[in-house]
């Protein structure tokens, strides 16, 4: 059974960096794209990043691009994402999940706890 939990989130200022990790236990990731998501009280949860494990190049919604940065881990079986340029509307909790490679979105499943990034300004 795939595990997931995520480290790194914290509280800082606008134009800050952070680097957020998912780190994977109980299964490989060699199957899977990995995704990062976000979600605010205000906001639906939204699929910021995500990345094959097999190789491929990731994908970022419009919101991060440029800004932040997916990344596998290989030694740790983990997947990062440094998010840099950091704005107060990227506060959000931030949860990392996983689906079968060429799986629909709706497939997404082991999802993390997640970590809250907090942006002031």
């Known amino acids: 059974q795939m595990r997931l939990e995520e480290s790194g989130g914290g509280s800082v200022q606008a134009g800050d960096s952070l680097r957020l990790s998912c780190a994977a236990s109980?299964?490989?990731?060699?199957?899977?794209?990995v995704g990062w998501f976000r979600q605010s009280p205000r906001s639906e949860r939204e699929l910021v990043a995500a990345?094959?494990?097999?190789?491929?190049?990731?994908y970022y919604a419009d919101s991060v691009k440029g800004r932040f940065t997916i990344s596998r881990d290989r030694n740790r079986n983990a997947v990062n994402l440094q998010m840099n340029n950091l704005k107060p509307e990227d506060t959000a909790v931030y949860s990392c999940?996983?689906?079968?490679?060429?799986?629909?979105?709706?497939?997404?499943?082991?999802w993390g706890q997640g970590t809250q990034v907090s942006v002031s300004s």
């Open positions: 990345i094959a494990w097999s190789g491929g190049p990731p």
């Open positions: 109980g299964r490989t990731l060699s199957l899977y794209v």
């Open positions: 999940a996983v689906k079968p490679r060429g799986g629909s979105r709706d497939e997404y499943n082991s």
